[in-house]
């Protein structure tokens, strides 16, 4: 999974077609939880591209999109947010492919 390295680079995948950030944390360990799984979901969605958002090297742009709970994720296609799952809460890999199925195609 790509890693976020700037803002800049935010706002340019935002702007393509069905990007979905993760925000993650290393000391996190609901989302370490996701590491295994995350790769098969990745290869069974590859209409997605996945990446990864490092919430304490982006604690603003987190309070920005109202992302106060980790492991989350958000979709965008070309400039749009088409939904989010997000939540303090563990997800399984049953809920993340749910939250995809779900996105507007």
């Known amino acids: 999974m790509e890693e976020l390295k700037t803002i800049e680079q935010f ?4 702007q393509e077609e069905r990007v979905v ?3 993650t944390a290393g000391w ?3 989302c ?3 590491d295994p799984f995350m790769p098969m979901i990745e290869a069974d969605y590859p209409e997605y591209t996945f990446v990864s958002v490092d919430r304490d090297k ?3 742009l987190c309070g ?4 106060y709970g980790i492991p989350s994720f958000v979709a965008f296609s ?5 939904g989010r799952f ?3 809460d563990r997800k399984t890999k049953e809920e993340i492919e749910s939250f995809l199925n779900g996105l507007a195609s």
Do not use: Y
């Open 11 to 14: 706002n340019e995948l935002k």
């Open 21 to 23: 950030f993760m925000f």
């Open 28 to 30: 996190c360990p609901d």
């Open 32 to 34: 370490h939880f996701v």
């Open 58 to 60: 982006f604690i603003d």
């Open 64 to 67: 920005e999109m109202d992302v």
């Open 78 to 82: 070309e400039g749009e947010e088409t």
């Open 86 to 88: 997000v939540s303090k």
